[in-house]
């Protein structure tokens, strides 16, 4: 991803924005810090969240796509997703973040970084 910014610093941006705002971003696996891919785990109400990945799009720019199992209430699921994930790929980093539009604070931080 020549050209944009160190996936630690885009990481750090974007729990500094969620924390100030009022909500809670903490890092579960911590990757590679200059080019590490992001999986997000949003928790916009209770009970239920969601999966988003990081991926370079058909066009050359970072977008977001939905991954992991298809229950959002199915907590244990999703935590054995990232988990095998990260197995698989140790630089990738799980992000999680709890506030309300966290889609939103994530796309304004980490794909226009």
């Known amino acids: 991803m020549s050209g944009s910014l160190p996936t ?3 990481v750090s941006a ?4 969620v924390n100030d705002a009022g909500g809670m971003g903490m890092v579960r696996a911590r990757g590679d810090a ?11 109400e209770p ?10 799009g058909v066009h050359g720019k970072p ?5 992991g199992p298809i229950d959002a209430n199915d907590a244990g699921a999703r935590d054995a997703y990232w988990r095998r994930r990260r197995s698989r790929d140790p630089d990738l980093w799980v992000i999680e973040l709890d506030i309300a ?3 939103r604070f994530a796309a304004e931080t980490i794909l226009d970084g």
């Not at 992001?38 to 928790?43: E, G, K, R, Y």
């Not at 009970?47 to 370079?56: K, M």
């Not at 977008?63 to 991954?67: K, Q, R, S």
């Open 101 to 103: 539009s966290a889609e």
């Open 14 to 17: 974007l729990l500094k924005r």
């Open 8 to 10: 630690a610093i885009l």
């Open 34 to 44: 200059e080019s590490g891919t992001i999986l997000l785990i949003l928790n916009e």
């Open 63 to 67: 977008v977001f796509v939905a991954t």
């Open 47 to 56: 009970g239920a969240s969601r999966l988003l990945e990081r991926v370079i």
